[in-house]
């Protein structure tokens, strides 16, 4: 017999997740009509007060607002009919330099929907999805999403976390930084250690223009470079350090990647392998950050692994063991987790 309490809390759940579906949606245009920022310390407002100060809709912003007080994003203040949002909150929707900034993200679901009926086609012919065919929101929302957990850890934690590589890098360095993407991590590495030199690597041409533009507005292209290339074929060793951001689980020959790397490193060269945090069995992935993780891997991670050669399909999911393993194949004879966060962990390869 069917548990009908059990029936009617899934179904709730049901509600909520599709609720929060529908906020994603406002939450990006919170994020992008301004409305976030024009509440950030402003202490109660009404609908008429915030719609003057962003010069948007009233009737518009009061719903909007309804929305957001029903999600808990504002708080609302039903006598005076006014609507607040709370400095903590502002620090997740509003503050950029925040370690918890999290507003630009919705623009992944967003990406996630556009490529539904391409993900539809793959599920039923097996084949691949590459990074470069999905909406250019996704290269925008990851680049976001990643750059807070970067600009937070890189450089204060997981640097520090492996074995002399900080002292080369204030030294004087060359470094890789392989799937850069918009070059986040190659910029901020570029800041920080300005005795060093950076190159950024990504098949994706567009990513690769992007990122060129943005280290000429960081002020630090004399020591950053960006090029056009896949993981197994940039040149230019060798390589006191190599990164893989948040990039080895989608690409479609990890392995022939950790290899290269090994061949493109010094003598003495440190592999820095950073990738979603995962543990090594499904069962330890089965919370919120698992959930993101998961849904995302399905989406862009394990598609675009099964476009290219080999098609190893990692997923976002592998785990440190797994990892540790495709390092091992490719020739790394020294491989330790250095150090983690909620959202990452961060592994050591030497030869």
């Known amino acids: 017999m069917l548990d009908q309490t059990r029936i009617e809390s899934f179904a709730q759940r049901m509600i909520g997740d599709l609720g929060a579906a529908q906020a994603g949606v406002l939450t990006n245009l919170g994020h992008k009509l301004g409305l976030y920022r024009a509440m950030a310390g402003a202490g109660p407002l009404s609908s008429s007060a915030l719609a003057d100060r962003t010069g948007l809709s009233e009737r ?35 503050n950029a330099e925040s370690p918890v900034f999290m507003a630009p993200v919705f623009d992944v679901v967003a990406a996630m929907w556009r490529s539904e009926h391409r993900l539809h086609d793959a599920f ?86 992007a990122a060129r533009d943005r280290a000429r507005e960081a002020g630090v292209e004399d020591r950053v470079h960006f090029e056009v290339a896949t993981a197994t074929d940039y040149p230019g060793r060798p390589y006191d350090l190599i990164c893989f951001m948040d990039c080895l689980h989608d690409l479609g020959d990890p392995v022939g990647a950790a290899r290269h790397a090994r061949e493109s490193l010094a003598a003495d060269g440190t592999v820095m392998l950073v990738e979603p945090a995962a543990g090594d069995d499904v069962a330890d992935n089965l919370h919120a950050v698992g959930r993101l993780y998961y849904a995302a891997s399905t989406a862009f991670c394990t598609p675009n692994s099964l476009s290219q050669d080999v098609g190893l399909a990692l997923g976002a999911q592998a785990g440190p063991k797994r990892l540790a393993a495709v390092m091992a194949e490719a020739g790394f004879g020294h491989v330790r987790k250095a150090t983690a966060t909620p959202f990452n962990m961060v592994l050591e390869a030497r030869v």
């Open 124 to 209: 039923l012919s097996g084949k691949g999805i590459g990074w470069h065919e999905h909406d250019e929101c996704l290269f925008c929302a990851t680049d976001a999403f990643f750059r807070t957990g970067y600009r937070t850890h890189l450089v204060s934690e997981w640097l520090p976390a492996l074995e002399g590589v900080e002292q080369k890098l204030a030294a004087g360095a060359r470094v890789a930084d392989i799937g850069c993407g918009y070059g986040a991590s190659t910029i901020l590495l570029a800041q920080a250690y300005p005795r060093s030199q950076f190159i950024g690597f990504d098949y994706h041409g567009e990513s690769i223009a």
């Open 60 to 94: 518009y912003v009061r719903e909007w607002l309804n929305a957001q007080a029903a999600g808990g994003y504002v708080e609302y203040d039903g006598e005076a009919q006014t609507y607040r949002l709370p400095d903590e909150h502002a620090q997740v929707l509003v």
